[in-house]
């Protein structure tokens, strides 16, 4: 990590802000060039110091940078490709932080340059919240990072992006793109859809009443709709077998009811009960962050 000189972040809202401002904690003689599409969001990420520079231009921003992560909305990654293409350094190292994993790698193998290295990253870590101003130095400590490979994928450029989230002080692990889409579709991405389906199959007369069980359930429909309807869209195969996994269980629950039989409802809800212990006893003993 020595010769890391300078980190680039396309994108600075929450998790771009929050990179930058862990990369100028972690990383102290590194310098970190911001960027984002918006003047009035340069101007906030200025103010606020979560860079050590703001550029208006995003070829300025990356032509003399070792490595370069995109935290922008998944479904602009391609463009952002194709704009960076020829401004980004022999050898740099390109990664982003979107939750889908297989369009980004097909994308990068088309646009981006042969001597330009492209690794998937993806920080479990976030809020409902979105924007700069809710940037900070801690959003990935204890996290697990999910770094993705194929067989075209540089060995030693996925090394570096291993110590550097490592150096963010959080848990990484590799996968292969398809594996990590199959995955989070299951544990990100339905909780999601479900979420916003809670919310949805109430009134909101009804929802005035709601408790600390329901608001904590829902809190992840609070998310940007535009962001999430990018999640969904680059890995509609696995988020639609989700459904039908979900609406299987939900039959399963509703015909117990129906059928007034107290012994399935019970063990459903134990067998329920009893995997999520074990989930956590298992986030426990790894240290890993479960919020």
Same mark, same amino acid.
């Given at each position: 990590?020595?010769?890391?000189?300078?980190?680039?972040?396309?994108? +600075?809202?929450?998790?771009?802000?929050?990179?930058?401002?862990?990369?100028?904690?972690?990383?102290?003689? @590194? *310098?970190?060039?911001?960027?984002?599409?918006?003047?009035?969001?340069?101007?906030?990420?200025?103010?606020?110091?979560?860079?050590?520079?703001?550029?208006?231009?995003?070829?300025?921003?990356?032509?003399?940078?070792?490595? @370069?992560?995109?935290?922008?909305?998944?479904?602009?990654?391609?463009?952002?490709?194709?704009?960076?293409? &020829?401004?980004?350094?022999?050898?740099?190292?390109?990664?982003? @932080?979107?939750?889908?994993? !297989?369009?980004?790698?097909?994308?990068?193998?088309?646009?981006?340059?042969?001597?330009?290295? /492209?690794?998937?990253?993806?920080?479990?870590?976030?809020?409902?919240?979105?924007? #700069?101003? /809710?940037?900070?130095?801690?959003?990935?400590?204890?996290?697990?990072?999910?770094?993705?490979?194929?067989? *075209?994928?540089?060995?030693?450029?996925?090394?570096? +992006? $291993?110590?550097?989230?490592?150096?963010? =002080?959080?848990?990484?692990? #590799?996968?292969?793109?398809? !594996?990590?889409?199959?995955?989070?579709?299951?544990?990100?991405?339905?909780?999601?859809?479900?979420?916003?389906?809670?919310?949805?199959?109430?009134?909101?007369? &009804?929802? $005035?009443? %709601?408790?600390?069980?329901?608001? &904590?359930?829902?809190?992840?429909?609070?998310?940007?709709?535009?962001?999430?309807?990018?999640?969904?869209?680059?890995?509609?195969?696995? %988020?639609?077998?989700?459904?039908?996994? #979900?609406?299987? =269980?939900?039959?399963?629950?509703? !015909?117990? #009811?129906?059928? !007034?039989?107290?012994? =399935?409802? =019970?063990?459903? +809800?134990?067998? %329920?009960?009893?995997?999520?212990?074990?989930?956590? *006893? /298992? *986030?426990?003993?790894?240290?890993?962050?479960?919020?």
């Amino acid at each position: 990590m020595k010769d890391l000189k300078q980190v680039t972040v396309l994108g +600075l809202g929450l998790l771009g802000g929050s990179i930058s401002l862990a990369v100028l904690r972690s990383f102290t003689h @590194v *310098k970190v060039v911001g960027y984002t599409h918006r003047p009035s969001t340069r101007a906030k990420a200025r103010q606020l110091a979560v860079a050590s520079e703001v550029v208006d231009d995003i070829c300025q921003s990356v032509s003399d940078s070792d490595l @370069v992560i995109l935290a922008t909305p998944l479904c602009t990654f391609e463009n952002i490709f194709v704009e960076i293409a &020829d401004a980004l350094p022999s050898g740099c190292i390109v990664t982003d @932080v979107g939750s889908t994993k !297989e369009l980004p790698h097909r994308w990068a193998d088309k646009k981006l340059p042969k001597n330009v290295h /492209y690794v998937g990253s993806h920080p479990i870590a976030g809020s409902e919240q979105r924007g #700069v101003e /809710y940037a900070r130095d801690d959003l990935f400590d204890q996290a697990m990072c999910v770094l993705t490979r194929t067989e *075209k994928t540089n060995r030693q450029a996925l090394q570096i +992006l $291993k110590r550097f989230w490592s150096e963010l =002080e959080c848990f990484v692990k #590799v996968m292969t793109p398809a !594996e990590h889409d199959r995955i989070f579709a299951n544990v990100s991405h339905l909780p999601h859809i479900i979420a916003a389906a809670l919310i949805n199959a109430n009134n909101n007369e &009804d929802l $005035k009443f %709601a408790g600390k069980g329901f608001m &904590d359930t829902s809190r992840v429909a609070s998310g940007p709709a535009n962001i999430w309807a990018d999640v969904l869209l680059t890995n509609t195969k696995n %988020a639609s077998r989700g459904i039908d996994k #979900v609406i299987a =269980e939900l039959t399963k629950l509703k !015909e117990a #009811v129906k059928g !007034e039989n107290k012994a =399935e409802i =019970e063990k459903l +809800l134990e067998k %329920a009960r009893d995997k999520r212990t074990t989930l956590i *006893k /298992y *986030k426990i003993k790894k240290k890993e962050m479960i919020s």
